[in-house]
């Protein structure tokens, strides 16, 4: 079994800042790609930023500047920083991870339960 779960969510104010955090744990072999999507109410789900296992990251244009995602690879974590929120950054922020269960099995993409973020005054 391979849960990711995230915290960090929350209200803020425009121009503020919010950190999530997203940690797999479970039974597996290794974790690849891991990254952050979210979905405003009434849109899409938008890719965010994904990071790959040695750290190669990328941004979506509207986050770029603002937002840097990282990972801890012994914690089996990933961050997303989040500064100067605007309040079209309102959504639920899902994290993702491409796990591989076992040596030479298959990868499978594991989500997270998903977080709020706010931004209002």
């Known amino acids: 079994q391979v849960q990711l779960v995230e915290s960090g969510g929350g209200l803020v104010q425009p121009g503020g800042s919010l950190r999530l955090s997203c940690a797999a744990s479970g039974s597996f072999f290794s974790i690849y790609a891991m990254g952050w999507y979210r979905q405003a109410p009434g849109k899409q789900r938008e890719l965010v930023a994904p990071i790959t296992s040695p750290g190669t990251t990328n941004y979506a244009d509207s986050v770029k500047g603002r937002f840097s995602i990282s990972r801890d690879n012994a914690k089996n974590t990933v961050y997303l920083q989040m500064t100067s929120l605007k309040p079209e950054d309102t959504a639920v922020y899902y994290c993702?991870?491409?796990?591989?269960?076992?040596?030479?099995?298959?990868?499978?993409?594991?989500w997270g339960q998903g977080t709020l973020v706010t931004v209002s005054e």
């Open positions: 993702y991870a491409e796990i591989q269960r076992a040596t030479a099995g298959p990868h499978f993409q594991y």
